[in-house]
């Protein structure tokens, strides 16, 4: 299984900072198709995970571009510009590559 | 709009079965794979299959296999999970998630299951 290793366990920011996540993965997650299959989520506190970031890179609709997703084959960031307090929650690598389907383990973003 | 609604909370006893249902509405069932996604109390997340509701197609975790049943019903537009032989291991949030394009793009509100006697 393809396992993806986030870091931090949590972060705490001061808004209007910004923040950034790893996620690394144990694989190359570029398909043969050229399509780096790599996914951030957030799960906002007692709702479900929403998508953020799709392909590593590309924002999901109605998502602000105060996020931004970046990487090579098997190192990602997920990046939050300019923090608000409504970015709190816990965030989630996932690859798409191959099954089984696995995630990070999740980084908690928390407000100062 | 595109909504998944998913079943009320489920409080069984250790050894029994439990089914949990997604509802679909505003868009075509049979077109997209319906996922289902565990989530244990602190913990993260962890991806159980899919299903097909076109041809009734899945695919599992290996790990779920035995565990986990996914079946759909095309004509209410309801995704189901049934879970067998039970254990405390089991409590947990369920959600269902549609595959559209590339990755998760609609999400149920999640089913808790607590496995207790």
């Known amino acids: 299984d393809i396992v993806l290793t986030q870091a931090p366990l949590s972060v705490s920011v001061t808004p209007g900072e910004s923040a950034s996540i790893s996620c690394r993965s144990s694989?190359?997650?570029?398909?043969?198709?050229?399509?780096?299959?790599l996914y951030w989520y957030l799960q906002k506190p007692g709702k479900s995970p929403q998508l953020l970031i799709y392909r590593m890179s590309n924002l999901a609709s109605g998502v602000p571009d105060r996020f931004s997703g970046s990487g090579s084959e098997t190192d990602f960031t997920l990046k939050i510009s300019k923090v608000e307090t409504e970015d709190v929650g816990v965030y989630y690598c996932?690859?798409?590559?191959?099954?089984?389907?696995?995630f990070g383990s999740g980084t908690k973003l928390e407000i100062k | 709009q595109v909504q998944l609604q998913q079943s009320g909370a489920e409080l069984v006893k250790p050894g029994s079965s439990v089914k949990i249902s997604c509802k679909a509405s505003g868009y075509t069932f049979t077109s997209y794979d319906m996922h289902w996604i565990k989530q244990q109390p602190g913990n993260g997340l962890e991806w159980i299959g899919w299903?097909?509701?076109?041809?009734?197609?899945?695919k599992y975790n290996q790990k779920f296999n035995g565990k986990a049943t996914l079946t759909a019903d095309k004509s209410s537009s309801t995704a189901y999970m049934q879970l067998s032989s039970l254990t405390s291991e089991d409590s947990a949030v369920y959600f269902c998630?549609?595959?559209?394009?590339?990755?998760?793009?609609?999400w149920g509100q999640g089913v808790m299951v607590t496995v207790s006697s």
């Open positions: 998630a549609r595959r559209g394009g590339t990755t998760w793009d609609y």
């Open positions: 996932a690859q798409f590559l191959e099954y089984p389907l696995t």
């Open positions: 299903i097909y509701p076109g041809n009734g197609n899945t």
């Open positions: 694989k190359s997650l570029l398909s043969s198709k050229g399509i780096t299959s």
